[in-house]
């Protein structure tokens, strides 16, 4: 490898299929997409908007549900090789002490990222019928213990880096509104016990182009010696309305709210079929991305049309070297 990963374990049964002949993408899609069917268990309409990590000798994961009454769900799921996977058909029911988190309105979009010794999720959580950031942990994927809300109303795509930076939990998000919001910047934030956030900094804006409308945080930030490579989506207002890609940005190691390279092109735009036919049409929404340290892959699972879940593949040189080459920083 060309360059250096930190914090990320070697993950030898990661999923992955090689480039196929002739490609020459950055990232390349699975053959077999959709992973993930919307009527993977009898009571989904949809599953997208997902999060996957290395578990056990397998791997396990928190998946947008929307289910047959169109209810915003969360459902933990396992799988043994990262591509077929065995989802709870009941949701979530998470364990708090917190009078005002037991009422739960609904939940989407989760993320989730080991830090010292648990699993962190964050989604968007309905407080009040208002989205904003949820938090919970988890060491088993079967008991989830929610804590306060991280931000007021209104925010989406909160997104926890994988370690403490200057002592503190880190996390990117991007305050919205309402309804489909048209306007968005990333944001970075801090925390010292995941209660109390401050140290708010701006990191980026829409700019031309694929991500001129909007743009969010994807995955779980992958430490590397460039920087944190982020994975984020960005949305263009068409004359058919919003159309969601993501391409990728390196920020800086110690500073993570200082861009360092930012991808002028898109890496994945909606164009295949059940990317741009769905409950949503055109959209390619990256939530998790799973990293071999050993041989730099990534797979990077993302959302479908608001319909399906998806997998596509690429290596940190591959990533890093379009940034280098193709960065409008």
Known sequence: ????????????????????????????????????ERDIIPCSNSVFNSAAVPFGDGFAGVFRVDNKARDMELHAGFSKDGIHWEINNEKIVFDTDIEEMKQFYYGYDPRVVFIEDRYYLTWCNGYQYYPTIGIAWTKDFKTFHQT??????????????PRKINGNFAMLSRPSDNGHTPFGDI??????????????????????????????????????SEGWLLFYHGVLTSCNGFVYSFSAAL??????????????DYLISPQKIYECVGDVPNVTFPCANIVDAATGRIAIYYGCADTCTGLCFTTVDDVIDFLMENSSI
């Not at 999923?15 to 992973?35: I, L, M, T």
């Not at 007021?152 to 909160?158: E, I, S, T, Y």
């Not at 708010?200 to 743009?215: E, F, L, N």
Request: aromatic share 14%; glycine share 6%; charged share 30%.
């Open 1 to 36: 490898m060309k360059y250096q990963i930190f914090g990320e374990k070697e993950v030898k049964n990661i999923p992955w299929q090689d480039r196929p002949e002739g490609c020459s993408d950055v990232v390349w899609r699975y053959s077999e997409n959709p992973v993930i």
């Open 148 to 161: 306060e809300n991280a931000f007021l109303p209104f925010n989406r795509n909160g997104v926890l880096f």
């Open 187 to 224: 944001y970075y934030s801090e925390s010292p016990d995941l209660t109390f956030w401050g140290k708010h900094r701006h990191v980026m804006k829409p700019v031309r182009g694929w991500q001129s409308t909007k743009i969010g945080a994807g995955p779980v930030p992958i430490e590397t």
């Open 251 to 264: 920020l800086d190691r110690d500073e993570p709210w200082k861009p360092v390279k930012r991808a002028r």
